[in-house]
């Protein structure tokens, strides 16, 4: 199969703190129904108050992999892509793969093209002896008039490969991920198999997945929670 090389958080805040009791006078407890003796908020107790945190708004800066074997949580991993081999020089032949230096697009690329270039990870679980069966990942970061550009890109059917543009695929754009989720899919005429090309764009960082034959659950999910988690 021909390629095109594409592409929740959970913050948790754990706040410890210790209580001191202060030691009461007269031996006595206080008189809860007794204004006068009704104890005050100890100063322990108001430090809990003010230490609080306040929400954020900034949004969690994102970290790419340089490992293909480290895209994804080690559970994840070892369900969905272990047992696949991974860059077989007898499925990537010359093409780059895994860490790679980003490089800039010949003068009037198109967007397509500028985010190939800007590449940093690309993966490709497949086994050689498999006709179609793989899935191929791909992790750019690019500039907001690139991502943007790059939407306008996959959205043009032009710039399809012949077989989905037969198949009469488009991609669908919408929100998601927090970024902008744009997918693909289609039978593929010659193995009968599902063909699905799926791309997030969100803050500057483009991640494209392929999959032939190659289903999974939820594994944009695993990738978001590893690049922004």
Known sequence: ?????????????????????AAC??????????????????????????????????PAPASIPTDCTDVVDAATYASTLAST?????????ERPSGQLQPTTAPAGSDAGAVVVAATQLDCLWRNPRADITGLNLAISS????????????????ANQAPVARD????????????GTLCQL???????????????LLRDGVVVQVGQANFPTDDLMGALVARIWG
């Open 25 to 58: 006078t007269g031996g006595g407890a206080p008189d809860a129904d007794d204004p006068t003796t009704a104890p005050s908020p100890t100063a322990t107790e108001a430090a809990m108050t003010s230490a609080a945190p306040e929400p954020s708004s900034t």
């Open 142 to 157: 690019v500039d907001a008039a690139t991502q943007e550009a790059f939407q306008a890109w996959l959205l043009d059917r």
């Open 185 to 199: 899919s289609f039978q593929d005429p010659l193995y009968g198999v599902e063909i699905a090309e799926t791309a």
């Open 1 to 21: 199969m021909t390629t095109i090389r594409r592409v929740t958080i959970a913050v948790t805040t754990a706040l410890l703190v210790t209580l001191a009791a």
């Open 167 to 178: 198949a009469g695929a488009s991609y669908a754009c919408e929100p998601g991920y927090d």
């Open 85 to 93: 081999p991974l860059n077989d020089p007898a499925t990537v032949g």
